[in-house]
């Protein structure tokens, strides 16, 4: 069964300090991956989307990396603001079309 | 910018009664895609569509219907809602190439309480 997985569910971090989120998937036959945001009780806002045949994507403080042989992904947030406190999906589309997400990071950023 | 748009944000039914979850897209995005998303659960894939008419099962329909009578509308029906459908709803839309996978748009979402 193809799968996505982020770990951890929950991440604190002072504020200013850059930070890793991550995301694993279980099959390296993949189309994209696509990084999403999630605030409390809303929908979600598309970060950003690596090709397969990418290995990162840079928008703003965000940098996204794809190995697809490991089977991870990474989202890089450069010098974390009050702001960026937020749910992180990491979905990925193992088949033509259908993405399947992991379930999440909760970030929270300590002022 | 993209924006998908469905009726309703927060929505209060009966068990026994017909829902119709709405969305409609402003892109000219062949595909559409209705999602549940639960605690626990993550975002789970109900039905997607390619085209007008077209409809494609995800992951869990059952209990579950779509219509897609114009290229911008894509509906959700729960036949007889029950109170195991009290969820979150999001509807997302994409363009379609066959070699390559677009990034999906999200609307705001419905929460429906089944009661």
């Known amino acids: 069964k193809q799968e996505v997985t982020q770990i951890p569910a929950a991440l604190s971090v002072p504020e200013g300090e850059n930070l890793v989120l991550n995301c694993s998937f279980t099959?390296?036959?993949?189309?994209?991956l696509q990084w999403f945001r999630q605030d409390p009780g809303k929908g979600l806002t598309s970060l950003l989307l690596?090709?397969?045949?990418?290995r990162e994507q840079t928008s703003g403080r965000l940098n996204a990396s794809l190995d697809k042989s490991s089977g991870r992904s990474t989202l890089y947030i450069a010098a974390s603001q009050p702001g960026d406190s937020a749910t992180y999906l990491c979905?990925?589309?193992?088949?033509?079309?259908?993405?399947?997400f992991g379930t999440g990071t909760r970030l929270t950023i300590i002022p | 910018d993209v924006k998908v748009t469905q009726s309703s944000r927060y929505l209060v039914k009966r068990t026994g009664e017909k829902v119709f979850l709405e969305c409609v897209q402003d892109m000219d995005h062949e595909n559409m895609f209705w999602y549940r998303q639960d605690p626990g659960l993550g975002l789970r894939l109900i039905y997607f569509?390619?085209?007008?008419?077209?409809?494609e099962k995800g992951d869990i329909p059952e209990g579950y219907s779509v219509s897609r009578e114009k290229k911008e509308r894509f509906s959700l029906i729960l036949e007889s809602a029950s109170t195991n459908q009290t969820s979150m709803y999001l509807c997302?839309?994409?363009?379609?190439?066959?070699?390559?996978?677009?990034?999906?748009?999200f609307g705001p979402g419905t929460r429906l309480t089944v009661t």
């Open positions: 997302a839309s994409s363009l379609f190439n066959p070699t390559i996978s677009y990034e999906q748009y």
């Open positions: 979905a990925v589309t193992f088949g033509n079309e259908k993405l399947t």
């Open positions: 099959d390296s036959a993949i189309y994209n």
């Open positions: 569509s390619y085209d007008v008419k077209m409809k």
């Open positions: 690596i090709q397969s045949s990418q």
